[in-house]
């Protein structure tokens, strides 16, 4: 006797949540100064930002001090952020924003780069120059992606220093907790995106998950019969 197996497909686990921030690290936890990130949908995980030379958490900003005075970067100097997206959904990123500033002989040139492995990176764009003032930056990462269980670095690498010597050669992203309890930042660095729900993998599903239809065809859809629920398997068979 044929049986069809027939695969109905449920539109839902399709969507995906609209472009919007996803995470962003103000500074403050509310009680004390803190690197930790502020999610901002679901379905996707933060590391606490980090740096090189001597990065610190102030009123108002991460900083680093005493980077390179010469005309192209270090590359073991450096703010990072990273962005990962939990088991089953993906992350197509827009960009990655933030607002710099420098004190007097602080680094005058910046440039950002990127890693899927915290392994090899490569550049984005191209050098963005420092003012002694606060300037907004966004780091188009459009085509950009993070995939399943996977995390996204960005490195911020300034350089071109006037000087490594005193107390006027800092590096600065504004966070703007002006305060250890004050939580309500929204100039902190931060990626923004899409999450899509990865429908597409079956291997990401546990099992009995429930996505779809599967209907055992005896002799015509007027004896539908036995309809159960299966793991979603993304194609038609026939047996």
């Keep these: 006797m044929k049986k069809i197996l027939l695969f109905i497909v449920v539109l839902l686990p399709f969507l995906g949540i609209g472009q ?3 995470v962003r690290w103000n500074g403050s936890n509310g009680t004390s100064y803190s690197n930790a990130p502020s999610l901002l949908v679901s379905n996707v995980n933060a590391s606490n930002a980090t740096g090189t030379n001597t990065f610190t958490n102030v009123q108002n900003y991460f900083r680093g001090v005493n980077y390179t005075t010469t005309n192209a970067p270090n590359n073991a100097q450096y703010m990072e952020f ?8 993906d992350i ?4 990655f924003s933030f607002t710099h500033d420098r004190s007097l002989n602080g680094a005058r040139t910046f440039i950002v780069r990127y890693s899927t492995n915290g392994t ?3 550049n984005i764009g191209s050098a963005v120059t420092v003012n002694t003032t606060d300037t907004a930056a966004s780091i188009d990462l459009s085509g950009l992606s993070v995939l399943s269980g996977t995390t996204f670095y960005v490195r911020v690498h300034p350089y071109n220093a006037l000087s490594t010597v005193g107390n006027n050669d800092y590096f600065y992203i504004r966070h703007g907790a002006n305060s250890a309890t004050d939580n309500l930042d929204t100039v902190g660095p931060r990626f923004s995106g899409t999450v899509n729900c990865n429908q597409g993998d079956p291997s990401v599903y546990g099992a009995n998950t429930w996505i779809g239809y599967v ?7 007027e004896t539908i ?5 299966n793991n979603y398997l993304g194609f038609v068979t026939e047996a």
Excluded at 92 to 95: D, M, Y
Excluded at 215 to 221: A, R
């Design 215 to 221: 209907y055992d065809w005896v002799s015509g859809p």
């Design 92 to 95: 197509a990123l827009s960009n």
């Design 20 to 22: 919007s921030q996803l």
């Design 120 to 122: 090899t990176w490569t």
């Design 82 to 89: 990273a962005i990962s997206a939990n088991t089953g959904y």
């Design 225 to 229: 019969e036995n309809p159960i629920p």
